[in-house]
Structure formats: structure tokens, C-alpha cells
């Protein structure tokens, strides 16, 4: 069974800083791209980074560019994100997900990635 679980998450004053963990089992994890995705209350679930496994390229959307760091350890079967200069809008419940479609990050499309976590929530107070 393929398993991601989501850590890291809490409460964090705006300008602070969150690592947030995405521990995989189940599946041969340096075989995919993996994504971290966020649904804030009342919105679309967007993806918003994502390392590459064919190259170790990655991608950020423009809102997180230059703030989210992603990196993985195969070796662990983990993908992290690092956050900082935190925003209250960067509130949301963040999920990682494996891409089954393609090893190659650029533009997240949300179908492509399946075996969601559950989520870890991060609240960022003004």
C-alpha cells in the first residue's frame, strides 16, 4: 500500500519560518516527481512546488518563488519544504502527492498526481 504522510506543520507568526516533512512508503520513491500542494478554507487545492525526478529540476509557482525551498533525500523517501518570510495567506492545510504521470516539474496540474496524504496544517498569524 502507498502511504504519504505529511509533518511539520503548526502555528507561526508572519516572517516566521516552517520545514514541513513528506515521508513516502509503498512505492520505488526516486521513480517520481512529487508535489506540495495547499488548500487554504474555501479554495481550489493548488499546487505550489515540486521536484522533478528525472533531473532534480524544480518548480515553484510565483506566489512562493524565492520564500519555498523544496529538496528530497531518496535515500530517506522524503521530500521537504522549507518556508520562510511566512505571509498569512501561505495559510492552508499543505499536502504532498506523488506525480504518476510525468518525472519532469513544471506547471502542477492536479490530476497528474495521485496517493495524497492527509495533510498537515499551517496557520500564519498577521
Known amino acids: 500500500e502507498v502511504q504519504f504522510v505529511e509533518s511539520g506543520g503548526g502555528l507561526v507568526q508572519a516572517g516566521g519560518s516552517l520545514r514541513l516533512s513528506c515521508a513516502a512508503s509503498?512505492?520505488?520513491?526516486?521513480?517520481?516527481?512529487i508535489g506540495w500542494f495547499r488548500q487554504a478554507a474555501g479554495k481550489e487545492r493548488e499546487g505550489i512546488s515540486c521536484?522533478?525526478?528525472?533531473?532534480?529540476?524544480?518548480y515553484y509557482v510565483d506566489s512562493v518563488k524565492g520564500r519555498f525551498t523544496i529538496s528530497r533525500d531518496n535515500a530517506k523517501n522524503t521530500v521537504y519544504l522549507q518556508m520562510d518570510s511566512l505571509k498569512p495567506e501561505d495559510t492552508a492545510v499543505y499536502f504532498c502527492a506523488a506525480n504518476t504521470m510525468r518525472r519532469r516539474c513544471d506547471v502542477m496540474r492536479k490530476y497528474e498526481y495521485d496517493y495524497w496524504g492527509q495533510g498537515t496544517p499551517v496557520t500564519v498569524s498577521s
Open positions: 509503498g512505492l520505488t520513491f526516486g521513480d517520481y516527481a
Open positions: 521536484h522533478s525526478s528525472s533531473d532534480g529540476s524544480t
